[in-house]
Every structure is written in C-alpha cells, then in structure tokens.
C-alpha cells in the first residue's frame, strides 16, 4: 500500500523493466563490438597500447645494395617475429655511393601492402617523399698527393738530396663506399726524371681495387749531377779530372749520373765548362775507332794473313765495320775482335 501525498502514476512498472532491457541491450552490443574490433589484425596491439608505428624522416643515408625499411625507419611497437619481418621488408635498389633517390610515401604504403602489412595495421609517419643517399666517403686531394709523395719516397734515387712533388691536375676528392681506403700509385718506370708526370692511382677499399684515378705532377729534384770541368770535344774520351760533381736542382731532361770509370767513355757531343752531362751524352768508348789503324786478319783455310787495315767507321766487340786495305786501298767488312783488331774470312 502507498503512502499517503505519493501519487501513483498508472504504467510506471513496465517502463522501467523496458529501459533496463534496453541498457542490457546496448551493453551487450558495445561489448561484441569492442571484441569484434581486438580480434581485427593489427588492432589487437593498437587496442592494448603497443601499435606498430612507422618513422621515416625527410632524409636518410643506406649502405649496400638494396634499401631495406630497418635501415631508414624507425619501428615501435611490441617485440614480435611480425615486427622483425616487418624490419626486413626491401624497399628496392639502393642509389650508388654519393648518389641519390627519391621514395615516395606511396609507394612505401604500396610495398607494405604487398608485404602482408595493410594501411590499418600501422602508423606510418612519413613526408609525401624521403630523399635516400648513399652512403659515402670522400678522398681528398691532400689523400692522393700524399700517396704520390710516399711512392716516390720508396723510389727516389740514392743520389736524391731531396724532392718536392708539385700538383698538377688531381681532382678536388672523388666520393666512395664506407670503408677501409688504401691509395696506392701503379709504378711504370724503372727511372723517374725531374718535369710533368702523369701517374695512375689505385684507390683500393677493403683491399679490393674499386677504380684508377689518372693524376699529373711536376716532379722536382735536387741531387749531385756530373758536371764538365772543362770544355770537352764530341767524342773525347775522358778522364776523372774531367769532371766534376754539383748538388743543384735537375731539370727536365737531365737525368743524375755517376762518375764513369775513366778512360772507358767518351762524350757523344762537344761540352762547355760547367754543362751539366747527362747519360746520353757518355757512351762507351769502342774498340775500334773510325779513322784508326787496325790489325786486319784475313782468314783463308789453313792460310792466316796478318795485314793493316784503316777503320771506315767505329766499331764494338762483335761488330762488322767497314775496314780500308791500305796496301790495296780496298774496302773489306771486317768483325771486330778486340781492341784495334779486326778479322775476315775468305773462301
């Protein structure tokens, strides 16, 4: 029974029993609902805190050959063999060391659906497209004097006082892979002469040739050069008080000589006091010399005849030269047997 002033409104009962089915209702749907949306892929971690989100800044540098998403993003969410495969996902050709590419957020979002990874599952923060270089390491032009000086270091000649390597032409720097660089300059010549050289540097990295950089240079030497004491006359033989040595800077075309043993050579060119000589200029001197008598020795069988003879020409061991029978006044070939002797076979 009601109290007394509490008016009793006719129906009450049923609307409250149908608005509590009604929340029972709504309850039950939001509750399928909120677990129809955790067993979505990718929406189980996203609902418990731990979503995939993909960074990819504006920029970035790869090494190797191929662009792989571990090494330009960064990757959150909760450690699993997904997310590893994910890391691994090959995004294609890396550029070449020094160079560039552009890859755009489309095609990313492209090849992550292909790989099994759709648009819902990931968060992915990205410009509209990353500028990827690859990555490289210069070598300066400081790096490849520096191995020119060291390689003539090892060759200088013992008569070198001193040298000094001018550049030329090297390049500014050349731009390689990462790693260990090694220079090394392709030797071609036994001698190097003081001028303009161009050589051939080997740039090596990891210990593996990966190309030749051509550089010119202008070698300077200072060393003890031989030195005319005395104007000499082409052809003159000469002695040790014939020459002298003298630390000056050589130049192009002189090359550092030694003294030679003396009375053995001859100059090939008339010389002033204090002109330089240089290895062209000394030459041996021969066993027979042009306008000299000579032992003729004519061979015939068993018969040997001994006569004089005048050489035509000059003449070294094992050579045939003109020879000038003096009493015939014939001109024979006669080889060269010793000093001043000469020989001829006759049938």
Not at 40 to 58: C, D, E, H, W, Y
Not at 137 to 158: N, P, W, Y
Not at 193 to 213: C, D, F, H, M, S
Request: with cysteine.
């Amino acid at each position: 029974m009601n109290g007394p002033g509490l008016p009793v409104e006719k129906g009450s009962g049923s609307a409250a029993t149908k608005a509590s089915s009604l929340n029972r209702t709504l309850t039950l749907v939001v509750s399928v609902l909120c677990l129809a949306a955790f067993f979505l892929p990718g929406r189980g971690l996203q609902a418990g805190g731990n979503g995939v989100k993909i960074i990819i800044p504006a920029q970035v540098e790869v090494r190797g050959e191929e662009i792989l998403l571990w090494d330009i993003a960064r990757i959150q969410g909760k450690k699993s063999q997904d997310l590893s495969n994910l890391a691994r996902i090959s995004l294609g050709r890396a550029p070449r060391s020094g160079q560039a590419r552009w890859l755009y957020r489309s095609y990313v979002e492209y090849v992550l659906e292909r790989s099994g990874w759709p648009e819902h599952v990931y968060d992915l923060e990205m410009p509209a497209k990353t500028k990827v270089l690859g990555a490289s390491q210069e070598v300066s032009a400081a790096q490849f004097l520096t191995a020119v000086e060291d390689f003539f270091r090892e060759k200088a000649d013992e008569a070198w006082t001193e040298f000094r390597v001018e550049p030329v032409r090297i390049p500014d720097r050349i731009s390689v892979s990462p790693g260990e660089i090694r220079l090394t300059v392709a030797e071609d010549k036994e001698v190097y002469a003081p001028g303009p050289l161009t050589l051939r540097v080997i740039v090596a990295l990891n210990g593996k040739e990966v190309r030749t950089v051509p550089v010119t240079v202008r070698l300077h030497i200072k060393a003890h050069v031989l030195v005319a004491k005395r104007p000499l006359g082409k052809f003159e033989t000469i002695f040790s008080e014939d020459l002298t040595t003298e630390l000056r800077e050589v130049r192009p075309g002189e090359e550092v000589a030694r003294l030679p043993e003396p009375g053995k050579y001859r100059v090939t060119r008339a010389l002033r006091q204090g002109e330089v000589v240089k290895r062209k200029d000394l030459q041996l001197v021969p066993e027979v010399v042009k306008g000299s008598k000579v032992g003729l020795t004519v061979n015939s069988g068993s018969l040997r005849l001994s006569l004089v003879g005048l050489a035509v020409e000059d003449g070294w061991l094992g050579d045939t030269i003109r020879v000038k029978n003096i009493d015939s006044n014939q001109i024979i070939m006669a080889k060269v047997t010793g000093a001043g002797q000469v020989e001829v076979s006759v049938k």
